[in-house]
């Protein structure tokens, strides 16, 4: 008998993620799955989400860092008559401002996977401390959901990142909506200027989302383009949280427990990157780069020889 509720429970939320389906999104650049950046304002009026693309395909198992992938900070700035969320132009300080990284792809609790992903894979955000060893997680570790809350808790993130999937005018990566009219603010609440909420019907206690502050993060010394340094403003790490880790085809993780897959960081500028791999050392680079011209001069001997004979 206690069994009765909570499967007329599950059946019930699994209908409902049926409901916010890829297959009824108007927007052909989203589906359940991507990975979004979303940001809000404590007391503000607008939010913002960011299409990161599949999570799948960038983020699960990455062994390439991403740098400086998308910009948000004219979307952020961006006037509200323009499609802008109307921020004041150092959002970035702002303790007030808010982001964070969800998303699943699908809220179903029959047995399956996509593309490697068990049903109700959760990808969510964490506070990353500090600076730390790029590719290892410096932020504390999701888990243990229960089986009844992986269902609530992608239910409720698709709730929020549908609204993506929803937008009429097509091809697009990124959506800035009234607070009254996002699921954000619902899913993702803010108690005070610099203190968020439990996220996503309560599963994830005080929030996945961190806000910004006055100063920056830190540096991430030589992961900019050209061996330039990231001066950051805020860090995540992403985790991945399966449902199932027995599921056939998928690749494999802790059962509801986060994986640490890589560290989001941005910018003053708004620009994003994702990092998850150390960069060599100089003497390594240089190693590297005379093994390739060595290799190429050695090619070329061989061609020359052949072609001689």
Known sequence: MTNIPKKSALLTLACIGLAISPATAANSNYADGDLILYVQQFGGAMTAMFDLGPAYQFYRNATTNRINFINIGGTLTGTTGSGGAGYASNWYDDPNTFWGIAAANNASIATGQTNGDPNRTLYVSAVRNSVGTVGVSDSAQWGTISNTNM???????????????????????????????????????????????????????????????????????????????????????????????????????????????????????????????????????????????????????????????
């Open 151 to 309: 269902t609530v808790a992608a239910t409720s993130i698709i709730s929020m990142t549908g609204h993506l999937g929803s937008v009429p005018s097509g091809n697009t990566d990124r959506l800035v909506e009234s607070g009254g009219t996002s699921a954000i603010p619902t899913t993702n609440p803010l108690i005070a200027s610099g203190q968020a909420g439990s996220a996503f019907s309560n599963v994830f206690a005080g929030g996945v989302s961190r806000s910004f502050d006055t100063g920056t993060f830190g540096t991430f010394t030589g992961f900019g383009p050209g061996g330039t340094n990231i001066v950051a403003e805020s860090a995540l790490d992403l985790e991945r949280i399966l449902a199932s880790n027995t599921t056939s085809g998928q690749v494999g993780g802790t059962l509801r427990k986060g994986d640490f897959e890589g560290t989001f960081v941005v910018t003053s500028a708004g620009d994003v990157s994702f990092l998850v791999a150390p960069v060599p050392e100089p003497c390594t680079v240089a190693i590297l780069a005379s093994s390739a011209l060595v290799g190429l001069v050695r090619r070329r001997r061989i061609r020359h020889t052949v072609q001689k004979n």
